[in-house]
């Protein structure tokens, strides 16, 4: 991944984006020409630090998924299925698919911004790759 400014934006999601599951994900893996997203529950400590680690940051994923319709996200034991629901975050992406470490350095990023902004950050963490005229990758940081 190569060194890029990050933009940050504070950013209302109107309505929920929906995945389905898919046993042949894998973390950090995101497969040509789909939308995939993962997310992430982290540790109350490290997703308050303004210096956390990397080593540690992201563990296993709650859910990963590809896009797809409400009534298709439902999996057992995740209250409201997979999906970003909607609300407020704190936003960025840049224009290309990080690596596991990149896409970690870029989600500590954006922890720091927001807490240097003075944003309440919530503990879930959305990791999400689009492709539309090319490759976005997108980090969404719940605030509360």
């Known amino acids: 991944m190569s060194r890029v400014n990050l933009q940050y934006t504070a950013l209302r999601l109107h309505a929920s984006l929906h995945y389905v599951p898919d046993p042949a994900l894998e973390p950090f893996l995101f497969p040509e020409g789909e939308e995939i997203a993962m997310a992430f529950e982290l540790d109350p400590e490290t997703g308050q630090s303004i210096e956390p680690g990397e080593e540690h940051y992201l563990a296993k994923p709650l859910w990963l998924g590809r896009a797809g319709a409400p009534e298709a996200a439902f999996a057992p ?33 954006v922890q720091k911004e927001g807490l240097w902004r003075r944003n309440r950050l919530g503990g879930r963490l959305y990791l999400r790759v689009v492709r539309e005229d090319g490759a976005a990758a997108q980090i969404f940081r719940e605030c509360l």
């Open 77 to 109: 034991g995740i209250p409201g299925g997979l999906c970003i629901p909607r609300g407020m975050y704190f936003f960025s992406q840049i224009r290309e698919v990080p690596d596991r470490d990149g896409w970690i350095r870029l989600a500590i990023e």
